[in-house]
């Protein structure tokens, strides 16, 4: 498979090259050349395979010029190896549960499967590969989980100081082994300002090979497409047409749900659900596209102002307002409704939803009501209410389970590496250390 920028057809590249390099040079995204139809015949008889399988029946459509058969089985069974199960809240509304791996979120997703492939690519390479990253907190810590003991890699984590939460700082700190964590006097942008730094600097590559794990990595995309097919298994006996809800941020998880939709996946709508950050939302309705500083909301993954994957959205619709409404559509809550849904959801149906979630319930019923024809919908559930047990609890007026995987962080012992916002001080300490 090749891919190609989106700011220019023409800058081809192979899957090697866009997965260990993330961002092509003139800062567009890639793509994938061609998008391969999965036959109807596979479709049709979804319910016969496994969601491991499915995802190595999507693999091998995608790599299989670039990977053995033996491969990508691996590459899928060390990745897709937790669950994707529905939860029902009435017979035509479903929660698709993402939150089942290890970092609760369902960037686990993409973060588990990129730093596979990453491992695969690297292998005739004998030199490590060494994966930089910033995080504001939720990113580093799928990312930590999905590279723990990859062989050929190793990844080092920049994360302000003070500026994540107690169990954010758990999950990046406690795991040991390949992952190494460093702790910044500074802000979230200082932590990015350092990776940009490092990987523009002559000196430092010619000691170490670095990558980097972006979230707009085409590697991180290819999985999320996955558990669209594996929710559409699990309601398509009902023969209904079906709509997902997907609460976006940077646009990843709907960008992928369109991919599936290319790939063949029957689905009627995609519903773009966002908190007050609703650049798309308002995209979609007026046809312009005005980023803007982005708001705090409880519902903080998704703050945006500036959404990623717009461009590759561009590239498909070929910014055709038409073609952009005929599969989408777009809805917004403030964080009054969003605590109103995840009390009704609570009080009606006995389930807890994260506030991401609420905003995706929120806006299939609002969908629901504008619409005449039954359908099924399917709500992501893209965090574990336990990652926000301040508000949830709050709002459902009762406690919460925490999986044991979150809770155990809890008692293990931190480890980081405490560096100024100097680039100076990260570099010498990556020097020291070769
Ligand atoms: C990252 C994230 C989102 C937003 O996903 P995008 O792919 O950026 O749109 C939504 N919910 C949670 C819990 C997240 O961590």
Redesign the pocket.
Known sequence: MKFYSTNNKNHIVDLKTAVLESLPPDNGLYMPETTPKLSSNFISKLSNFSFEEIAFEISRSLLKEDLSESEILTLCSNSINFPAPLAELDDVTFVLELFHGPSL???DFGARYMAQLMSVLNREDDRQLTILVATSG??GGAVAAGFLNTPGINVHILYPSGKVSFLQEKQLTTLGGNIHAFEVDGTFDDCQSIVKQAFLDTELNKNYRLSSAN?INIARLIP?SFYYFEAYKQVMHRSLPVVFS??????????AGILAKRMGLPVEKYIAATNINKVIPDFLETGLYQPRPSKATI?N??D?GA?S?FARMQDIYQSDLQSFQKELIGYWFNDDDTKAAMKEIYDQYGYVI?P?GAVGYLATKAYRESSKDQFISIIHE??HPS?FLDVVEQVIGNKIDIPERLSSLSGKEKKSTVISSKYEDFKSWMLAQN
């Open positions: 979120a369902f960037k939720d990113t979230s999320q997907v609460p976006s941020g940077n646009f990843g998880n709907l960008t519902s993954a998704m945006v959404p994957n994260d991401h893209t965090a990652k």
